[in-house]
């Protein structure tokens, strides 16, 4: 396969999972809609790690750590939210005995992390783009 398909592919599967977060918080399910969205953040930044390092990105779910392999070069701010929304695919998956993942998952606090969902993907999709 070439590294064209290969960004496509991690891109395009990205892409409907956004759609699969939207439903998510659309119909209330706002912890899952946060874990989806991590997906989607993760699987840009492997786009990313294709386009500017290899064919085969690293299998881990942590965002920052995949950023730093894909040498892209982050603020203070933007690191704090890859660390954030790595915290998404941690408390959903493996939540805790209180729920205290699933209480914190009210409106107010999944609108404004589908926000930054929102402006990494952005930002990533740009750099995708760039030739």
């Given at each position: ?50 386009k500017s390092i ?78």
């Amino acid at each position: 396969m070439k590294k064209d398909a290969f960004i496509s592919y991690w891109v395009e599967s990205a892409n409907r999972d956004y759609k699969a977060m939207l439903n998510l918080y659309q119909s209330k399910d706002y912890h899952w809609s946060l874990f989806i969205g991590h997906l989607v953040i993760e699987k840009l930044i492997k786009a990313v790690y294709v386009k500017s390092i290899d064919d085969n990105p690293p299998r881990t779910h942590d965002l920052l750590r995949l950023a730093e392999k894909a040498k892209i070069h982050t603020t203070e701010e933007q690191k704090n939210i890859l660390d954030l929304l790595t915290t998404f695919n941690i408390n959903a998956r493996y939540p805790d005995y209180e729920q205290s993942f699933y209480k914190k998952c009210d409106y107010d606090f999944t609108k404004a992390n589908i926000e930054k969902i929102n402006e990494v993907r952005a930002w990533l999709l740009s750099m995708i783009e760039k030739e």
